[in-house]
């Protein structure tokens, strides 16, 4: 998620002006992030490393007017090829800044969405209540996603804007990590265990046997106190 809050960042601070009416979201595509920030994982990340994560000739772009139910369609797009056992996911899935959501990749694809809300807890969407957010949406991603034809799957069509930008996408990840995060990347803003930003559900079964196991614990240990 850290290549599309870099993402939104750059059009916010580097390109004032151009989302002022609509809510600003990030969204990208897995299949344009090659490497590990911190591939050598010595705590410090080079300009090499930047460009490696983000190889590509890609630019920013900011894809504007996009309505709540072209908002589901690219997060069902994103979902579509994962099996109901976690694997298969592919370059199309979804990196996201600004909002959340809940999928059940037992669900047929196409039909896997359960909720987005937005960071803030605004609920956007669920498939009980259907669209709950009056608005558009402009989403800041790559030039390759903005681009003809339906790149890695996603098809935003011909009701929104497509604005190419002439920062580079690694540039964007580069200027947010030197003045957005002044040079430094916590845990506490990007944990190790995620974000918590997109959520399969129900829990998977091996968390719930995860879980199971360490309540057992923790009555083993109870009653051993008790016993002492």
């Known amino acids: 998620m850290f290549s599309a809050d870099a993402f939104v960042w750059a ?11 609509n809510r600003l979201l990030g969204l990208t ?12 994982e010595n705590g410090l990340i080079t300009q090499g490393e930047v460009q490696a994560v983000l190889p590509f000739q890609n630019s920013m772009a900011v894809i504007g007017n ?10 069902e797009n994103s979902v579509s090829r994962i ?6 996911t592919d370059g199309r899935f979804a990196q996201i800044s600004g909002f959340e959501f809940d999928y059940d990749r037992n669900r047929a694809a196409g039909n896997r969405i ?16 259907q669209v709950n957010f009056e608005g558009l949406f402009d989403i800041a991603t790559n030039s390759f996603l903005a681009g003809s034809g339906t790149p890695d799957g996603y098809n935003f069509g011909s009701d929104v804007t497509k604005t190419i930008l002439s920062t580079g996408y690694a540039d964007a ?18 944990p190790l265990s995620g974000s918590g930003r997109i959520n399969p559900v129900p829990v998977p079964a091996a968390v719930w046997l995860l ?6 614990l923790a009555g083993l240990r ?3 106190l008790d016993k002492a």
Request: hydrophobic share 40%.
């Open 114 to 129: 359960i909720e987005v809300r937005l960071a803030d807890g605004t609920k956007v969407w669920s498939i009980n209540e």
């Open 222 to 224: 109870r009653r051993s």
């Open 173 to 190: 990840l580069l200027g947010y990590i030197q003045l957005g995060l002044n040079g430094v990347i916590t845990a506490d803003a990007y």
């Open 29 to 40: 595509n897995s299949g344009g992030i090659r490497e590990d920030l911190d591939n050598d």
């Open 11 to 21: 059009v916010q601070n580097e390109n004032k002006g151009l989302t002022e009416v």
């Open 83 to 88: 099996q109901a056992s976690g694997t298969g």
């Open 66 to 75: 996009v309505s709540v139910p072209t908002l589901i369609a690219a997060l």
């Open 211 to 216: 879980g199971s196991g360490i309540l057992g």
